[in-house]
Nanobody, 116 residues
Framework: QVRLVESGGGSAQPGGSLRLSCAASGFTFSAYPMSWYRQAPGKERELVATIANTGGSANYPDSMKGRFTISRDNAKNTVYLQMNSLKLEDTAVYYC?????????WGPGTQVTVSS
């Protein structure tokens, strides 16, 4: 079955960087777009970035442009999120997501905490 497992979260200081990974299995990874979302305490889950199945294009909401970069390695069935210039407000649980057979699948998430 479809399985997504995030890793790479942890603690960082403001201005620091983290790279998140999401390992996928159970479906033809290279055929599907992948997305990163995040959910901060007390807030709704929000889209961070989406990447096309080939990795040839990526899209970011205006609020996420500039500091986040999504990428993928189809040979490793893995999607990444590079986060730079981290801010306190980037503290959240980060999830990867795909839609397979018309159904959304989510990983369990990885916690990112930005604090000084």
């Amino acid at each position: 079955q479809v399985r997504l497992v995030e890793s790479g979260g942890g603690s960082a200081q403001p201005g620091g960087s983290l790279r998140l990974s999401c390992a996928a299995s159970g479906f033809t990874f290279s055929a599907y777009p992948m997305s990163w979302y995040r959910q901060a305490p007390g807030k709704e889950r929000e889209l961070v970035a989406t990447i096309a199945n080939t990795g040839g294009s990526a899209n970011y909401p205006d609020s996420m442009k500039g500091r986040f970069t999504i990428s993928r390695d189809n040979a490793k069935n893995t999607v990444y999120l590079q986060m730079n210039s981290l801010k306190l407000e980037d503290t959240a649980v980060y999830y990867c997501k795909t839609v397979w057979n018309f159904r959304p699948y989510w990983g369990p998430g990885t916690q990112v905490t930005v604090s000084s």
